[in-house]
C-alpha cells in the first residue's frame, strides 16, 4: 500500500498547462479554439491564484510583445495576445496553431544586441506626478544596462535592461525607433550592428510617413465635419 502511494504522489506533470492543451485542446476546451484557450487559460489562472495566494503566469507579459513582434503589429494589443494573433489569423482553430508556433519561437529565442547605450545620454527629463496630482519634470536616468534587441529579421525591436535595473519599459517590443518611447534615443546608444541599425532607421523612416499621412486624413476628416 505504501509502495503504491509513493508512485501516484510522484507522477511527473507536463511542464506546464500550454503543453497540456497542444496534445488534446478539444477535450480539455470543448473547441479547437484559441479564443476558448484564453478563456480556459483565465480561469486557471485564477484558481491557482485563489489556491495558492501568488501569481505567476505560465505565459509571461513578454510573450505578447514577442505575438506583435512576429506578426509585424504596431502593437502587443495590451497583452491580449489572443486577440492580436486573431488580427492576422481569422479562423479559430488556425490560430490556436499559430499561437503554439509562437510560444515555441518564444521559448527559443536567442537575443542579437544591436546597440548599448551611452554611458553621457543616459540622463532625460520625465513628469511625475506629485502628491498634490500636478505634473513634476525631473530628471531620471536609463539603465547602464540597456540595450536594443532583436531576434529575427522582423521589424521593431525590444528595449532590455538587467533585472537588477529598474526599467518601466524593461523588454517592451518597439515597431520603431519613434514610437511611443520614454523619450527620444537613437542618438543615445553605441551601434554594434551596423546593418541592422540602418535596417530600424529604415523603418523609423517609414514610420514617421505613415504617421504623418494618418495625421493628416485625421485632421482633413475634422475639419470635414466641422464644416457641416
Not at 103 to 110: C, T, V
Request: net charge neutral; aromatic share 14%; with cysteine.
Amino acid at each position: 500500500m505504501d509502495d503504491t502511494s509513493e508512485k501516484l504522489t510522484s507522477i511527473p506533470w507536463m511542464e506546464s498547462i500550454v503543453d497540456t492543451i497542444r496534445v488534446r485542446p478539444a477535450f480539455y476546451l470543448g473547441a479547437n479554439s484559441l479564443t476558448a484557450f484564453w478563456h480556459f487559460f483565465q480561469g486557471y489562472e485564477m484558481g491557482r491564484w485563489r489556491s495558492t495566494g501568488e501569481y505567476h503566469s505560465e505565459i509571461p507579459g513578454r510573450f505578447a510583445d514577442w505575438v506583435g513582434y512576429r506578426l509585424h503589429l504596431h502593437s502587443n494589443w495590451d497583452g491580449l495576445w489572443h486577440l492580436a494573433i486573431l488580427s492576422k489569423v481569422r479562423d479559430e482553430a488556425v490560430a490556436l496553431s499559430r499561437f503554439f508556433e509562437l510560444w515555441d519561437e518564444f521559448a527559443r529565442r536567442e537575443a542579437k544586441v544591436v546597440a548599448t547605450i551611452r554611458e553621457d545620454c543616459r540622463e532625460y527629463s520625465a513628469g511625475r506626478q506629485g502628491a498634490d496630482g500636478q505634473i513634476v519634470r525631473g530628471t531620471e536616468l536609463l539603465p547602464k544596462s540597456l540595450r536594443i534587441i532583436v531576434y529575427t529579421e522582423d521589424p521593431g525591436f525590444f528595449l532590455e535592461a538587467g533585472e537588477d535595473e529598474k526599467f518601466f519599459e524593461n523588454g517592451w517590443f518597439y515597431p520603431a525607433l519613434d514610437f511611443n518611447l520614454v523619450c527620444p534615443i537613437a542618438h543615445r546608444f553605441n551601434v554594434q550592428d551596423e546593418k541592422t541599425w540602418n535596417r530600424l532607421l529604415d523603418e523609423n523612416k517609414r514610420y514617421r510617413r505613415n504617421l504623418h499621412r494618418a495625421r493628416a486624413r485625421l485632421k482633413r476628416k475634422e475639419n470635414g465635419a466641422s464644416s457641416i
